[in-house]
């Protein structure tokens, strides 16, 4: 008679390959707009650093969606983590594989501390509410084992941290770091579990990240003219400034109390164009946004979106004026 397998491994399987990226975006997004999140509208700009950007009350994911993870660079993932961390969301990675294959269902994986879900993971966790068991890390497979209940199993059954170590195959000090909540491999973790009788496993958060961002831009030096002017310009006033590369907008403007979705155009025709994406995403990550536009406009608001020219800014010697001029722009 077979064994049956430990619940954490039902879901465990490669991932399905689809037609092609658009094909599981879509997907993706029929699967937040199910479960209840309000979406960003879909644009056909390509490179961008998330594709996605959802919100379900104080759940904020950032999402990019790749066929092949191996594309996902460093410098992408940097960016989506800061930009993450700036507006308190989470970002998340959904991919079909690597160059060592197809992604498994049910395991995490990660680039540059951004977490990896192939898609049938991603509509697990949030149709069914299954989560994840078992991350990829160097060297192979693991849980992370719950370390009270692996003490508790062996003080009630009295076993020896020898015996428990001879069973799983590891060394007593090996069993001493699981029972202070080390992860362990799949195998060893089936191995406790089946000589307990005890279920030790415990499931994943898949938006548990490194927060910690690399300096992306060490200066505005790398900008255009106009783009490096309103940069410096809005940092002698006071605010940090985070440039953005791989976005629909070129910053966030930022001190302790706000956050501003920062368009800066050249070009009078983008102008309609740039605040309309912007505005979309402000509203999905509930911020203020501001487009500041080198030649003069006849509006003074896209959709919400407040337009500050050039000569305008120059003006400004306060920073609360600035975010006078939303306030009053942007109904």
């Not at 498994?104 to 990896?116: A, H, L, T």
């Not at 809005?234 to 979705?261: H, M, N, Q, S, W």
């Not at 102008?271 to 406009?297: Q, T, Y």
């Not at 003074?300 to 305008?312: M, W």
Request: with cysteine; glycine share 8%; charged share 30%.
């Amino acid at each position: 008679m077979m064994e049956s397998q430990p619940a954490y491994l039902k879901y465990v399987g490669p991932g399905r390959s689809p037609v092609n990226r658009e094909r599981v975006l879509d997907e993706v997004r029929e699967i937040l707009a199910k479960t209840g999140f309000y979406l960003s509208e879909k644009t056909n700009t390509r490179g961008l650093s998330f594709d996605a950007v959802a919100r379900r009350d104080e759940i904020l994911l950032l999402i990019k969606v790749l066929l092949n993870v191996d594309a996902f660079s460093r410098q992408s993932a940097e960016e989506l983590k800061m930009i993450a961390t700036t507006l308190k969301g989470a970002p998340l990675l959904i991919g079909e594989r690597s160059g060592a294959g197809p992604l498994q269902d049910g395991v995490i994986y990660s680039r540059s501390g951004v977490p990896i879900l192939s898609r049938q993971t991603f509509k697990d966790f949030f149709e069914e509410g299954v989560p994840p068991f078992i991350f990829s890390a160097p060297g192979g497979m693991y849980v992370k084992l719950d370390g009270e209940a692996l003490r508790r199993a062996r003080e009630e059954k009295e076993i020896s941290l020898g015996a428990l170590a001879e069973i799983a195959g590891v060394s007593r000090r090996a069993i001493q770091m699981y029972l202070e909540g080390m992860s362990a491999t799949v195998d060893i973790a089936m191995r406790l579990e089946k000589f307990l009788g005890e279920p030790l496993v415990v499931p994943m958060d898949p938006f548990q990240y490194s927060a910690r961002v690399a300096d992306l831009l060490g200066n505005f030096e790398e900008f255009e003219r106009f783009e490096r002017d309103v940069f410096q310009r809005l940092f002698r006033l006071g605010y940090d400034v985070l440039p953005t590369v791989k976005c629909p907008f070129e910053a966030f403007t930022k001190d302790r109390e706000i956050v501003l979705l920062t368009g800066v155009t050249s070009r009078e025709e983008r102008a309609d164009e740039k605040a309309s994406i912007v505005s979309n995403l402000a509203k999905i990550v509930e911020r203020d946004s501001v487009l500041f536009v080198e030649r003069r406009v006849s509006r003074k608001s896209f959709g919400g979106t407040a337009v500050i020219g050039k000569e305008e800014l120059r003006k400004i010697r306060d920073r609360a004026k600035i975010l006078e001029l939303i306030e009053e722009r942007k109904s």
